[in-house]
């Protein structure tokens, strides 16, 4: 017994050695950087977005989301990036008034818009409809990633969507993520380092933190790889496409089929269990990947079985792109993504869609002559009528080159006006100041009659927003002109904009933007506002 009593203090400096071994060991990777977030058990057949530093970071829940104020590409021409929130596009609009229509587009890289200007997004064409059409603000945010699964989504709304309380949700997936290969395990499965400890005990979950045992880990987890990132080396690609093309992957798909319905099925649930009304959007895809990738129809299918078990409007993008590529058309730029072409005809089913779920009389014309007129005749003698143009040393301007806006006379329909030229690819901001209401807007805009006797270019957007300090907007007023081939778009156009929203306690900008027509030719786009008023009742 007294042997082994004078074995412990062996033992203890055994342990101690140890521990202070490992903690040597660990203080040195910190000190040397090392940060092992992902081991290669997450892996792709194409582009690897876990480890795309410049636009995306980790994530513990949804492997990967946007970067903020990571470059959007799309739009290198405005030098915009993904705003704070980790989305492109706008943040969604305060509930400041039961006026703003609030929608989320949940969905993947096609609902992101690559290689789409934002404008032309079927997310930022749709609310620029909307707002024509139904005669209210309306604000999306565009909720899209790259490479997202119904598994991804259905985390995202958990996550951090509920909590925005929008009135309305899309859904967009089934047009290729979830249906690929799954290589080692289903999303579902996924066992992240950064993410597999984080749903056990508190102290697993410190463990993960740790240096050192991210290098054990991910030294284990490199094992048998043949690259040094998460995409897959060519040879094992090309056997793992070869059983994609053959409907049998060796490791079954990121989302099987089963599963895509219920993750479906859980969004529309929880969606409405919160008050949010829900469309489904029918995922299009080009002929020939059809061709070559038949189960996507299985998929397809799902989305309108859900669609017709939980009693949800669908929106038939499918259809209606098909429609379109067998007409001649090119509404995909690529295997599977929209072209800008595309992304028009989306917006349209879209814009459509929402207007008849919404049919009670709100976004009717006569609703809103009679509103404005209500307006009119309520507003008492303390009213003030400003011009907005009277604060451009204020405005914040994004434009490719300074010589498109520039303040100058306008000549329209043979009438000029001082106004403000803005040559798409254009955005100027300025300042709404003061306390009270927003009574409504005075804008008009038009393209110049020198422009139109050049007889080429496809027409010019015009888009009017509200925006808050903080990023979000929401589109007020918007136009798509082409004197080119319309003789009833040639002169100015006057639209008076009733918006009834309070100037305070937010800040608010009146943002005016102009881009190009539906084929995004900017050639000979000389467009401009005037006036641009706002009348405010105190």
Known sequence: MRTRRNEWPGRLAGLLLGVGLCAAAEVALRLGGFSFGAP??????????????KQHVRDDTLFWRLRPGAPVPEDA????????????GPRLFPALSKRVLRVVAV?????????????????????????DRLHRPVSILNAGCHGYSTYQGLMLLRERIL????????????????????????????????????????????VKHLRLFQAIRGGISSVGRVTGSNELAAEERERYLRAFREGEPPEGRRVPLSDFKGNLREMVDLARASGISVLLITPPLSEMSQEEFPV????????????????????EAADALAEEEMAGGRP?????????????????????SIERLLADGRGDPESARRERDAMDAGRNADEEVVNLLDYLHEAKIQTPASRYVVPQLL????????????????????????????????LGFALSDAAIGQGVGDGVSFVASLQTSEGAEAVIFAADVDPFRRVSDRGWHDHRIPVALPLSPTPLRLVLETTPGPRGNPDFDWAGWSPVRVRVWR
């Open 40 to 53: 290669r058990d997450f892996r792709f057949i194409g582009k690897d977005p876990v480890n795309d530093a």
């Open 77 to 88: 021409a405005l030098g915009a990036v993904i705003n704070d929130d980790g989305f492109r």
């Open 107 to 131: 969905g993947e890289s096609s609902t992101y818009g690559v290689g789409v200007p934002y404008r032309h997004t079927y997310v930022g064409r749709a609310a620029a409809l909307l707002a």
């Open 163 to 206: 909590r925005l309380e929008p009135d309305l949700l899309t859904i967009y997936f089934g047009a290729w993520n979830d249906f690929t290969p799954a290589i080692g395990e289903s999303d579902a499965h996924k066992p992240m380092a950064h993410a597999g400890y984080s749903r056990g005990s508190s102290a697993l979950a410190a």
């Open 296 to 315: 996507y129809h299985q998929y397809r299918d799902v989305v309108r079985e859900v669609g017709s078990e939980a009693v949800v409007p669908v929106v």
């Open 332 to 352: 995909f730029s690529d295997w599977v993504h929209p072209s800008i072409e595309g992304h028009e005809v989306i917006a349209q089913s879209l814009a459509t």
């Open 411 to 442: 000549n329209a329909g043979a009438v000029g006006r001082h106004g403000l030229f803005m040559h798409p690819l254009s955005r100027v901001s300025v300042p709404v100041a003061g306390a009270g209401v927003f009574g409504e807007f005075i």
